[in-house]
């Protein structure tokens, strides 16, 4: 059995969530050129690895179909995190994220991650207003909190950050921004590598580092960094994703 010290369950659930996000706006991000057959449902397979140790955490369900936000035409994204029976113990239940994305610019209007804790009801939501701003819920089984950001461009929550990633033209210059998790903001910085025909084999990829500047993903640092692995070809598809823990590594790649 691989054991997980208690006290980094609810940061490595955190950890995984986050990347649960990512995929979803791999998929949203680029509907707009891509053929109606690229809607529908998705796999990807998530694993822990750390020395002899390969083990699978669990499977994400991505689903992309037309819907609507507020008159708007969008694309609606519905992912579920599938924890496989072992890591259940140390990562907690299985997770489901949503998302809607505007079909004339595929950028963000609403998100949310619904949970229970404590056997109540809780969540993380971001609704982008015309007004400007970033409206940020959480909703936790105690207490509820809410903060507002600018939309000035700068500040991305997970969905629309991988917007920008998998469009993005390559540069050598990285880019100065912010990102939103859970209900706080934190800075970061985005870098193209070049060109990689090892981490997948047969297959040449792009692949950029994001990297959060002050802290990570975790409360000791660990996670927060992000490589990410995209095709050239114009549909520009995420292939596969991965960040280095204390110890190991999580990577999430999809399932052909």
């Not at 969905?159 to 998790?181: G, I, M, N």
């Not at 934190?186 to 084999?201: C, H, R, V």
């Amino acid at each position: 059995m691989v054991f997980v010290p208690l006290r980094k369950t609810l940061l490595m659930k955190r950890f995984l969530l986050a990347l649960a996000i990512l995929l979803l706006s791999a998929l949203a991000c680029g509907a707009r050129k891509l053929p109606a057959e690229a809607l529908g449902t998705v796999q990807y397979e998530i694993r822990y690895t750390w020395g002899a140790i390969d083990a699978k955490v669990g499977t994400i369900s991505i689903s992309l179909n037309p819907a609507s936000w507020e008159n708007q035409a969008a694309y609606h994204s519905h992912g579920f995190l599938k924890t496989s029976s072992i890591f259940k113990l140390f990562i907690g239940e299985d997770l489901t994220v949503e998302s809607d994305i505007a079909q004339s610019d595929l950028l963000p209007l609403h998100f949310l991650n619904p949970y229970r804790k404590g056997g109540k009801d809780c969540k993380f939501e971001f609704t982008y207003g015309r007004n400007g701003e970033i409206d940020a819920l959480y909703q936790g089984p105690k207490e509820t909190l809410t903060k507002t950001w600018p939309m000035d461009g700068k500040t991305f929550d997970l969905l629309s950050l991988l917007v920008f990633v998998r469009f993005r033209e390559t540069a050598d210059t990285p880019v100065k921004l912010k990102v939103l998790l859970d209900e706080n903001c934190y800075p970061a910085s985005l870098t193209y590598q070049g060109k990689d025909t090892e981490k997948i084999p047969g297959v040449e990829t792009e692949r950029f580092l994001l990297r959060l500047t002050e802290r990570g993903v975790m409360e000791n640092g660990s996670g927060n960094e992000l490589l990410i692995w995209r095709s050239p070809g114009p549909d520009r598809r995420i292939l596969c994703l991965e960040a280095p823990l204390k110890p190991g590594f999580m990577s999430i790649r999809i399932k052909e």
